[in-house]
């Protein structure tokens, strides 16, 4: 989930918890008689004449409001949770534009690339990378799959001194920020075949 999509997220319940807490403070002083009574008497339902009285008098028009903003909340709850599976990843980025020429890279064979360079280590049964971030400033965001047998300091030394640096260079920045995701697992065990 990229940053934008959780703001939106915070902002969404920000709005429903201050209108859920609207509501509550209302019943709450509905019920308590703190409401003017002439309003909404507390001891009535909250359907009462004048309600269906309203109802009654703009009803051709005031059910199709109704079903109308039925219809934009339910497309505000599909555009939430289509945008729930949004990724932050980062599309082509330009290195350098000059005289020379240009130079594009594809953020998809720069993380392929940073894969492929971690996985390569013996003690990596897998690894994937993604690049996030803005062009001006990438980031690295790697899955890591390491045997439990091996010690973390190798793995830390190969991402470390190797890979990450390996990144850089590639991308010619001074830092690429990685954030590295290891999980643990037993080995597969090697299958023998006779003969």
């Known amino acids: 989930m990229d940053r934008k999509t959780i703001r939106g997220n915070r902002l969404g319940l920000l709005i429903i918890g201050l209108l859920l807490t609207l509501l509550g403070g209302y019943t709450l002083a509905r019920g308590a008689h703190a409401w003017p009574q ?3 008497p507390g001891g009535e339902p909250l359907i009462n004449d004048p309600v269906r009285a309203a109802f009654a008098r703009y009803d051709p028009w005031l059910w199709w409001v109704i079903a109308a903003g039925a219809v934009v909340l ?3 709850g599909l555009r939430w949770l289509l ?8 599309g ?3 290195l350098e534009s000059g005289s020379d020429g240009v130079t594009d890279v594809r953020a998809d064979t720069v993380a392929n690339a940073m894969a492929d360079e971690v996985g390569a280590h013996p003690a990596v049964l897998s690894a994937g990378a993604s690049m996030i971030g803005t062009r001006a400033h990438p980031a690295v965001r790697l899955r890591v799959v390491a045997d439990e047998n091996v010690p973390m300091s190798a793995l830390r ?8 640096p390996h990144m850089r260079q590639a991308l010619e920045m001074e830092t690429v920020p990685a954030v590295a995701q290891v999980s643990l697992e037993e080995p597969p065990h090697p299958r023998r075949t006779v003969v």
């Open 83 to 90: 945008v729930q599976g949004r990724r932050e990843r980062l």
């Open 157 to 164: 030394e190969h991402l470390g001194g190797h890979a990450i």
């Open 92 to 94: 082509d980025f330009r």
């Open 38 to 40: 002439n309003v909404a």
């Open 74 to 76: 339910a497309l505000f």
